[in-house]
């Protein structure tokens, strides 16, 4: 009797405080990217906000297939909107005046949480690849969220596109790796 009692007690006292549990946030992902800052070799360093990249000229598209270095799918991209790359480093002008120096360029593009990949001019601004390069800040027709936003970048000609697909995007550095 005292037994069953008990065990009924016990099971009311889990039940009320599974609520509880499961109202406990969920933990912050706080990676929210606010602005791009586009430094190095540049002549013009800039800030960006989503409101700045709006101004520049727009290349928006469609579907893209976010695709893991496995071929595994991460998500797909229905519709985008955002600005090239080329477009945003033409705006900060960059800093080559030697023929040859704009060969020598790499463009690090990097986020919140430390994750940063590699262009380079000749890729950008001299091959297909260039043309696929896209600061983007509206997907699915909506401002990005906690996920990848407010601004994130993709290679949309890479074979597999999740490896240069950057989440929270905060910077452009401009960097000569050759003298
Ligand atoms: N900022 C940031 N972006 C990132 C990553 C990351 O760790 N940080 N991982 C990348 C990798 S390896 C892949 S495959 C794609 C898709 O990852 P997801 O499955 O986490 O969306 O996001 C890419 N973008
Ligand atoms: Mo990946």
Request: proline content about 5%; charged content about 25%; aromatic content about 6%.
């Given at each position: 009797?005292?037994?069953?009692?008990?065990?009924?007690?016990?099971?009311?006292?889990l039940l009320?405080?599974?609520?509880?549990?499961?109202?406990?946030?969920?933990?912050?992902?706080?990676?929210?990217?606010?602005?791009?800052?586009?430094?190095?070799?540049?002549?013009?360093?800039?800030?960006?906000?989503?409101?700045?990249?709006?101004?520049?000229?727009?290349?928006?598209?469609?579907?893209?297939?976010?695709?893991?270095?496995?071929?595994?799918?991460?998500?797909?991209?229905?519709?985008?909107?955002?600005?090239?790359?080329?477009?945003?480093?033409?705006?900060?002008?960059?800093?080559?005046?030697?023929?040859?120096?704009?060969?020598?360029?790499?463009?690090?593009?990097?986020?919140t949480?430390?994750?940063?990949?590699?262009?380079s001019?000749?890729?950008?601004?001299?091959?297909?690849?260039?043309?696929?390069?896209?600061?983007?800040?509206?997907?699915?027709?909506?401002?990005?969220?906690?996920?990848?936003?407010?601004?994130?970048?993709?290679?949309?000609?890479?074979?597999?596109?999740?490896?240069?697909?950057?989440?929270?995007?905060?910077?452009?550095?401009?960097?000569?790796?050759?003298?």
């Amino acid at each position: 009797m005292f037994k069953k009692i008990a065990a009924g007690f016990a099971s009311a006292a889990l039940l009320a405080a599974a609520p509880a549990w499961s109202a406990a946030p969920a933990p912050a992902r706080d990676n929210m990217s606010h602005a791009l800052a586009v430094t190095g070799m540049v002549e013009t360093p800039l800030t960006l906000k989503v409101a700045d990249l709006r101004q520049l000229p727009p290349a928006n598209g469609g579907e893209i297939a976010v695709t893991r270095h496995n071929g595994e799918k991460a998500e797909t991209i229905t519709s985008y909107r955002g600005v090239r790359l080329r477009d945003i480093l033409d705006k900060a002008v960059l800093d080559a005046p030697g023929h040859n120096d704009v060969k020598k360029l790499a463009i690090i593009a990097t986020a919140t949480d430390g994750y940063a990949v590699v262009f380079s001019w000749g890729e950008l601004y001299n091959a297909p690849a260039g043309e696929g390069v896209i600061v983007y800040y509206e997907k699915n027709g909506k401002a990005l969220d906690d996920n990848d936003g407010e601004i994130a970048l993709i290679s949309a000609k890479d074979i597999r596109t999740g490896p240069r697909h950057v989440k929270w995007l905060n910077g452009i550095e401009v960097r000569k790796l050759v003298e």
